[in-house]
């Protein structure tokens, strides 16, 4: 298979603006779809239809981790550093993906999270504050970024002076490095992080604190529980999820909104309204569009194709989140909708264990918004906003706003 054997375009700037039309035309025409991935040649599956989603997402027979299913000598290489970034509980599948997620899952449960709500609800006032008279701003720069990164950041018990430096570190390990320097760059950058890990463990293992690299620490030293290559994976998984996830719902709601100043002037007159606002936002432009890629650990029929085992599959969660067998009207935003059943949590035992403060986030970061910079509209034209390139994400570059500065 080569580039010119894509019939979708899943990557370009003009599938970025809008890529609800390509989905609703694979949903019609090709709900299970094999094609060319980013790199032009390795043939995957493409499933955009919600039931197949939900389905697959809880099916066994699609995992995680290659090497279920395909012998030694199909794996791709896989260097040192790979082994450092990717040995996390959303890289594995079965008993160690329990044992991972179980090490960090008490440390976000519902009870825990609602417990940071006084802490974030300061820390948006604190970035909110030296904005309100400035009038405009670019929201992901100046609110939505730095917000849910101060938030994991201290949870994970990083000192407030370095947090500066995690966002190149998260885009290193995001961003598709296309060319050989980017490459460079980005193996330059991950080296830094990673050494950078290194002095912060060796720290807390002097001095252990009440924060989530202690904890994880105490596993480690623990024996069996946690290996090192374990630890730093799952410390650069909760970062970057940490740091691509709720920023972008953030900005991606208030887009939505500034397209609906109706609904924008309803919810900051009533942000009770919010938490079931957040699930439409979720539905309608969620920010993680693509669950990361399975493979069929065994040969899988499915709605008339065979997905032989170790072929690549990707499940489009913005996709079955507008299917119309599913919802009634999917392409209206209507914050009311109830029930509201999205993925954009993902499915299955890889549901996203960052749900309950993702929701917090965003709930505290929309009321402080809407209640705090009156009128907050976009300040330039909508069809000039840029995509980032960051397949199975909907990230924008920036997002600049205007609101009214009174008295
Ligand atoms: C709006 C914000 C967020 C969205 C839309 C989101 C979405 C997702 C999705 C779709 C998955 C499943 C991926 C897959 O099955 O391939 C996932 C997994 C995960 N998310 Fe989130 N996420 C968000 C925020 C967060 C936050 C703030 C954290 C915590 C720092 C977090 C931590 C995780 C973890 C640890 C997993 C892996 C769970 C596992 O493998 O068992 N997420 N997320």
């Known amino acids: 298979m080569a580039d010119a054997d894509r019939r979708y375009d899943l990557y370009g700037p003009d599938f970025k603006r809008d890529p609800y039309p390509t989905f609703a035309a694979m949903r019609r025409d090709d709900p299970i779809y094999q094609q060319p991935g980013l790199d032009g040649t390795t043939p995957i599956w493409f499933v955009t239809r919600y039931a197949d989603v939900e389905a697959m997402l809880r099916d066994p027979r699609f995992v995680r981790d290659a090497a279920r299913a395909l012998p030694p000598e199909k794996l791709p290489p896989s260097t040192p550093l790979d082994d450092l970034l990717i040995r996390n509980m959303l890289g594995v599948d079965g008993g160690d993906h329990r044992r991972l997620r179980d090490l960090v899952s008490q440390g976000f449960t519902p009870r825990r999270v609602a417990d940071l709500r006084p802490r974030v609800e300061a820390i948006a006032g604190m970035l909110l504050e030296p904005l309100v008279a400035r009038g405009e701003a670019d929201l992901i720069d100046a609110f939505a970024y730095p917000l849910p990164t101060i938030v994991i950041l201290e949870m994970l018990g990083v000192p407030a002076d370095d947090h500066g430096r995690f966002r190149a570190w998260a885009n290193a390990l995001l961003e598709p490095a296309m060319t050989p320097e980017k490459l460079a760059e980005a193996k330059r950058l991950l080296t830094e992080f990673t050494d950078y890990l290194r ?61 609906r100043p109706d609904l924008r002037d309803a919810l900051a007159a009533d942000p009770s309204a919010l938490p079931r606002a957040i699930e439409e936002f979720l539905r309608y432009d969620g920010s993680v569009e693509r669950a990361l890629n399975r493979f069929a650990a065994e040969d899988v029929e499915w709605g008339g194709h065979l997905i032989r085992r170790g072929e690549p599959v990707i499940f489009i969660l913005s996709s079955a989140n507008r299917d119309e067998a599913r919802f009634e009207r999917p392409d209206d935003l209507d914050p009311e909708r109830a029930p509201n059943p999205h993925l954009a949590f993902g499915k299955g035992v890889h549901y996203c264990l960052g749900a309950p403060l993702a929701r917090l986030e965003a709930e505290v970061a929309l009321r402080a918004l809407l209640t705090r910079l009156p009128n907050l509209r976009l300040s330039v034209p909508h069809e000039t906003l840029r995509y980032r390139f960051l397949p199975g994400f909907r990230a924008l570059e920036a997002l600049p706003v205007r609101w009214d500065v009174r008295g």
């Open 199 to 259: 002095a912060l463990f060796a720290e807390r293992r002097a001095q252990p604190r009440d924060d989530l690299v202690s904890a994880l620490i105490t596993a480690e030293q623990a024996g069996d529980r946690l290996s090192e290559n374990e630890l730093f994976s799952t410390m650069v998984l909760l970062i970057v999820a940490g740091h691509e996830t709720t920023v972008n719902l953030i900005a991606n709601a208030v887009l939505a909104l500034s397209e």
